[in-house]
């Protein structure tokens, strides 16, 4: 008997080393892949080493400062160096269109970092593989689109959908800057579009082959001219949008994952929380001593194979309809593993308070709110049923905030119907210690249960009902009025992470959705990242209310004035201007020789 249990412990050792290999090999990949291609910031970085009494988040702060300030010097003075940094950084000329785009820039004030728009190539790359007649093709033949014919926007669809009068109306603030394009658009909460790994990186080595820096005597600077859509008469192309197989989503879904990735490698179905699968304690193997450090390898379902049991996303989604052929569509988010071009998202743009708390009000002083983390929302995620709702995130947070629940997790095997307690000498947590701040420093609640199926006057569920109960609605402003603002998915991501960065609170962000602003705010400078297990969730607020209540004001604050800067509705005109010149020539035959080219031929 003890022979047998020294041989299951051996080979538990061993899988989980080669595991931890698999995903060290997945993050080499990543900085490979993508560096290589310059298409994407990763934003990460080694932790510096501070004093052994200090915490570790002491450290993430430091070391992510230090990131930052390093960033900040990038910024260009002017045209020259910013065309000057385009080419070394995207191996090409820029689009014709630049000097006009750096001046419109300039014009609104904003900081033109190179690295801010690393999301538009990482989106873009692999299309040069494509032949540009058949992407217009592809793009003509999306029914949700928005078509700019002769600086002139209009929009194409089959009925109304959400959303899309604000990506018109953000378009045609920019029309008559804009050469002819199709942009097909999302309409969904969902991403459509997931082709294989191993064809993505096909299209991406091509890229890489084929990309040079034109002569500029041989260079062209004028986009060609688009038939009206309407017109012409063009071969019909089928998207071959499907929904999910017997696998679900999560099998479509790591189809957009490495070969030899854990994610390819797993199968949990559902997560006994008393048993967990190894899987599970990937989040410690990742962290820094139990706080994110790679938001970006946080959020990979790649190397997060434990995600398609925690988050409805991947248990069942409200709607799925997907594509495994790589073709031109526009979002407002996506997750890692999705092929969509990123669009600052349309609640960004739409002045509505429901997201925003309003464009006038963001809170008031840090020293009149309450010391407490508040959360209000519906328990969205996906269809919630009787047999999965346990794994879906937002119910998971909000029985992780029900001091009750925590209190009965300790005193039996530390875990409860849907959640896990974190390891509490890891984050140095006294038994007892956690019920009682969750009751005195917290505020948190579904509005409604969203049960399958959904009926809208009726907001509870009947499996449920033991564990939660309806909570008073909470307006934005009203969530102002505390320290702590965390900001979990839903649907997809969430529409409220804007007006939370614009607050004085401090946001606390789970996500594992992309945005067109990843590039551009920093963790733990502007915002404290969380994991979307929430094993950290305690050692933060532990943290923060345990004498680091500066700490926690100086990162609100800065987040606050850096998104005022960075989150403008200008920056979001100014990133979708340059998007829409360098989809532009994706989609224009002579692509290899469209190129801005002004400045050297000056010289």
């Known amino acids: 008997m003890v022979g047998s249990m020294i041989a299951r412990s051996g080979f538990r050792l061993r899988l989980l080393a080669v595991v931890s290999c698999l995903a060290f090999c997945a ?89 801010f728009f690393d999301q538009i190539y990482h989106d873009l790359t692999p299309f040069w593989a494509l032949d540009p007649q058949e992407l217009r093709r592809q793009a003509r033949s999306i029914s949700t689109r928005i078509v700019v014919r002769g600086h002139v926007a209009k929009m194409v669809t089959d009925q109304p959908r959400s959303w899309m009068d604000s990506w018109m109306e953000l378009v045609q603030t920019l029309e008559t800057r804009l050469p002819d394009i199709d942009m097909p658009i999302n309409v969904m909460d969902e991403s459509r579009v997931i082709v294989p790994f191993e064809t993505i990186s096909e299209y991406v080595e091509k890229e890489r082959s084929t990309r040079h820096i034109t002569s500029p005597k041989n260079a062209v600077s004028k986009y060609m001219t688009l038939p009206e859509s309407d017109k012409e008469e063009t071969p019909s192309f089928d998207p071959g949008f499907t929904g999910p197989g017997e696998g679900g989503y999560w099998e479509m879904a790591r189809a957009g994952c490495p070969p030899r990735s854990p994610a390819r490698n797993s199968h949990v179905d559902h997560v006994n929380f008393s048993s967990v699968p190894w899987e599970f304690d990937n989040f410690d193997r990742m962290a820094y001593n139990g706080y994110v450090m790679n938001y970006t390898l946080a959020k990979d379902p790649c190397v997060r194979p434990e995600l398609q049991a925690l988050h409805g996303t991947f248990l069942e989604p409200i709607s799925v309809s997907t594509t495994q052929k790589l073709l031109p569509i526009f979002g407002g988010s996506k997750l890692p593993v999705n092929n969509e071009i990123l669009l600052p998202p349309a609640m960004y743009w739409a002045k509505i308070e429901h997201y925003s708390g309003g464009e006038d009000y963001h809170g008031g002083s840090w020293g009149s709110k309450h010391d407490k983390l508040v959360w209000r929302g519906s328990a969205t995620g996906g269809r919630a ?156 607020m532990a943290y923060f209310l345990g004498g680091h209540d500066d700490v926690a004001r100086k990162i609100a604050l800065a987040g606050k004035a850096w998104s005022e800067k960075v989150l403008r509705r200008e920056d979001m005109q100014i990133y979708t201007y340059r998007l829409l010149l360098e989809y532009a020539r994706i989609c224009d035959d002579r692509r290899e020789s469209l190129g801005y080219v002004d400045d050297l031929r000056a010289s």
């Not at 004093?51 to 003075?77: C, M, N, V, W």
């Not at 209190?407 to 956690?434: C, H, I, M, W």
């Not at 033991?466 to 900001?487: T, V």
Request: glycine content about 6%; proline content about 7%; some cysteine.
């Open 27 to 115: 993050l080499v990949y990543q900085f490979l892949n993508l560096q290589g291609t310059s298409i994407i910031s990763e934003q990460t970085f080694f932790v510096q080493s501070t004093p052994k009494e200090s915490h570790p988040i002491d450290a993430l702060i430091q070391t992510a400062g230090t990131y930052f300030q390093r960033l900040l010097k990038e910024e260009p003075p002017n045209l020259a160096s910013a065309t000057e940094r385009y080419r070394a950084r995207r191996g090409r000329h820029p689009p014709p269109g630049f000097a006009e785009w750096f001046e419109f820039a300039k014009s609104k004030d904003a900081l033109v970092l190179e690295e």
């Open 385 to 540: 049923r009787e047999s999965n709702w346990s794994g879906f995130q937002r119910h998971r947070f909000m029985s992780m905030m029900n001091a009750t629940s925590v209190r009965q997790a300790e005193e039996t095997d530390g875990s409860g119907v849907n959640f896990k307690l974190p390891d509490y000498d890891k984050y140095s947590l006294p038994k007892g210690s956690v019920p009682d701040m969750i009751e005195e420093h917290t505020d948190t609640g579904f509005v409604h249960l969203v049960c399958f199926p959904y009926i809208e006057a009726d907001p509870r569920c009947s499996y449920t009902d033991p564990y939660y109960e309806i909570m008073p609605g909470l307006s934005m402003k009203d969530m102002y009025n505390s320290k702590y603002l965390p900001d979990l998915d839903g649907n997809s991501f969430s529409g409220r992470f804007r007006g939370f960065m614009l607050s004085t609170s401090l946001p606390i962000k789970a996500t594992i959705y992309n945005e067109w602003h990843d590039s551009r705010l920093i963790p733990w400078v502007h915002f404290v990242p969380m994991d979307t297990t929430y094993l950290d969730i305690y050692g933060i």
